[in-house]
């Protein structure tokens, strides 16, 4: 019996960063175009067009989506592994709230660079789209602070800070998007009526079923890389399930990796405040 599976793959050579694994040394959390490598005067117009036609003549009716996968700005956890370093925060620090000048848990916050960086990309969007880059249709988000605040500095914004027109500065809050958890309590989010006090509807709105309590995070067990790519591959299960093609993705490293090995991209470690667009095209196919 034939059964009818989706595949998921990155398409290159749109942008500079799914061409090979930079050096660390190279990468740029926002680079000019966000890394569009047609950056002349028609690059986004041409990109979007492009696009369309993929999706209009492509011979085994795959679908095309562009995702702009976005990581947090730094958050105090990010600021304690700085300040203690990898090798002591991993044994002690990470597994407690913070110390006496910091709380990073539960559910760190952005610091104040953490802010500086998302509204650096705001001002980027701002840049681009001034350049006619496609505005995103569709946004999703994690449920931790740091991404929620993340997306609210970078996207909903009013007057001359505005980067998403009024009738789509709306984020769906997706369980799956959130950082890989379990032992660090950073990674450990609030309850759904907490985090409902702190970003109200409508602007933002919790998807179908999303719990009142953290039922993931466990405090004796980190969860996998296989199973961050498997939450990876519902979110792009449930994104290419809606129409909008231009998607935003605010959320995390971990999550970030997981989602580029499940679309066989090259590994790309953006720093926090970072943007990576990617295209990915989804075909069906039947299999024994």
């Known amino acids: 019996m034939l059964t009818k599976v989706c595949t998921y793959d990155a398409v290159p050579g749109y942008f500079v960063q799914g061409d090979q694994p930079p050096s660390p040394a190279s990468i740029i959390a926002v680079p000019p175009r966000f890394g569009l490598k047609n950056d002349g005067e028609d690059g986004w117009h041409d990109f979007k067009s492009t696009i369309d036609e993929l999706n209009a003549t492509d011979p085994a009716n795959a679908e095309y989506k562009v995702l702009f996968l976005g990581r947090h700005g730094e958050g105090y956890h990010n600021l304690g592994r700085k300040k203690y370093g990898k090798e002591e925060w991993m044994r002690y620090y990470s597994l407690i709230g913070g110390d006496d000048e910091m709380t990073w848990a539960p559910d760190a916050q952005l610091t104040p660079l953490g802010h500086t960086q998302a509204y650096a990309v705001r001002d980027a969007w701002k840049e681009e789209i001034k350049c006619g880059i496609p505005i995103p249709q569709r946004c999703y988000v994690s449920p931790l602070r740091r991404a929620l605040e993340t997306w609210t500095d970078i996207f909903s914004g009013n007057g001359r800070h505005t980067v998403l027109p009024g009738d789509r500065r709306i984020v769906t809050i997706v369980e799956n998007c959130r950082e890989s958890y379990g ?52 979110v792009l299960d449930m994104i290419f399930a809606e129409p909008e093609i231009y998607v935003s993705v605010t959320t995390h490293g971990w999550f970030i990796r997981g989602l580029l090995a499940e679309i066989d991209h090259a590994p790309h470690a953006i720093p926090t405040g970072g943007v990576l667009p990617v295209v990915i095209r989804r075909e069906w196919r039947h299999v024994n």
């Open 183 to 234: 032992l660090h309590p950073c990674d450990m989010r609030l309850s759904r009526s907490k985090l409902q006090a702190f970003f109200p509807p409508p602007m933002y709105q919790f998807e179908p079923g999303f719990t009142e309590e953290d039922v993931l995070w466990s405090k004796d067990e980190r969860e996998c890389e296989e199973h961050i790519r498997q939450r990876a591959r519902y």
